[in-house]
């Protein structure tokens, strides 16, 4: 094995990913833990979540429309809301990355606010833009956050999220789809929050840090990545949300490049890459492209249960003129009866990959120097 914990280099080595010292040690703050635990966040944030009042968030009626804002994984988290209540859903969902609301939003409207930070001025200029319209308010967040004196005043509830950590995609998630589920657009009692935490369980155990690489598909899931230039492509609106998670993971906890899309429309804007010059190589060239050279990539494909005809077309299509120009494809399958359950076997698998991808190129996960920086302004 080379290179020491805390010491990144520029290539991954798959034999750091087999080595519990060095684990241990790369990883200072916990970030294996963290994921290891996403069954718990559930479980957790389903309790606070009726605990804070979210339910009566009914007692105002059905809103016209649902409006959620959040930047980074709290904006994954409006996604993730809207793909599981489905395209049938009778109100419409909408997510905002950024400081002010659409102008049509007003008092008719429920506006969630979900905050990544105590400190996210979006959340708190998004919250207050509420208030000055009558929206009916939820907030999700950190305990010591401003946010919540916002949502207080607006006598909307606020879901308190655990001090010590940044919040996870669970934990500012499951307060939504609890919300959607007092609303009647969504199926979200204990029985699904219990389906979702054993199927994250379940996933844990497979990729906990003493299984193999041969044996662990969260560590062959960050191998498959490693040295390449990941093409996330979701085949479903919920696969996308996992995929879009993943390449969340990845900046955040690697420092690592991903493009995300939906299979009909990526196919038409990102199928280009598998030509140019990141794309094309001949088959027996060397599949980590060659040194110095731009990474090559290789197409993730994020399935749910379920497809479309012409999506499973264009699948196969894509598939073969992937690997007719050497671009390997990885396809990576949904579990699960409920949606809920569906999302969290794709993103619980990948949450490991992007914490294996990062430990294998030596850098600790939750360490990224740019991300501290920029909230230190």
């Not at 094309?280 to 497809?307: K, M, S, V």
């Amino acid at each position: 094995m080379s290179g020491a914990a805390g010491a990144p280099e520029d290539r991954f080595d798959p034999d750091r990913l087999d080595d519990p010292s060095f684990l241990e040690e790369c990883d200072s703050s916990g970030a294996l833990r963290t994921v290891a635990s996403s069954a718990a966040q559930v479980r957790v944030a389903f309790r606070a979540a009726l605990e804070a009042g979210v339910p009566r968030i009914a007692e105002y009626g059905r809103p016209r429309a649902i409006v959620v804002a959040g930047m980074g994984v709290a904006g994954v988290a409006g996604e993730a809301l809207e793909a599981v209540c489905g395209r049938g859903c009778p109100v419409p969902i909408l997510t905002v990355r950024r400081h002010l609301l659409p102008g049509w939003v007003g008092a008719a409207d429920l506006v969630a606010v979900t905050a990544g930070s105590a400190r996210s001025e979006e959340a708190l200029a998004v919250a207050a833009d509420a208030v000055r319209r009558g929206c009916v308010l939820l907030g999700v967040g950190p305990e010591d956050s401003p946010l919540r004196e916002a949502v207080a005043r607006a006598g909307g509830p606020y879901v308190a999220v655990a001090q010590g950590h940044r919040p996870t995609l669970w934990e500012l998630a499951v307060p939504l789809i609890v919300a959607a589920g007092a609303l009647r657009i969504a199926e979200m009692g204990e029985a699904v929050a219990e389906a979702v935490a054993a199927r994250l369980e379940d996933i844990a155990f497979r990729c906990r840090p003493s299984s193999e690489s041969f044996l662990n598909p969260g560590k062959s899931f960050a191998m498959e990545l490693a040295d390449r230039l990941p093409l996330l492509w979701g085949c479903s609106p919920l696969a996308r949300v996992a995929a879009r998670s993943l390449a969340c993971r990845l900046h955040r906890c690697a420092g690592y490049p991903a493009l995300v899309g939906e299979i009909l429309e990526a196919g038409h804007e990102q199928i280009g890459l598998f030509n140019g010059p990141f794309g094309a190589q001949p088959i027996d060239a060397d599949p980590f492209g060659e040194e110095g050279g731009p990474p090559r990539p290789r197409l993730f494909l994020f399935r749910d249960t379920e497809e479309h005809p012409l999506v499973a077309e264009r699948r196969e299509a894509v598939a073969r003129l992937a690997e007719d120009r050497g671009v390997p494809v990885s396809e990576i399958s949904a579990e699960g009866a409920h949606p809920l359950e569906r999302l969290a076997s794709l993103i619980g698998l990948s949450d490991y990959a992007g914490v294996y991808l990062a430990l294998g190129y030596g850098r600790d996960p939750s360490r990224i120097a740019a991300l501290a920086e920029l909230g230190a302004h």
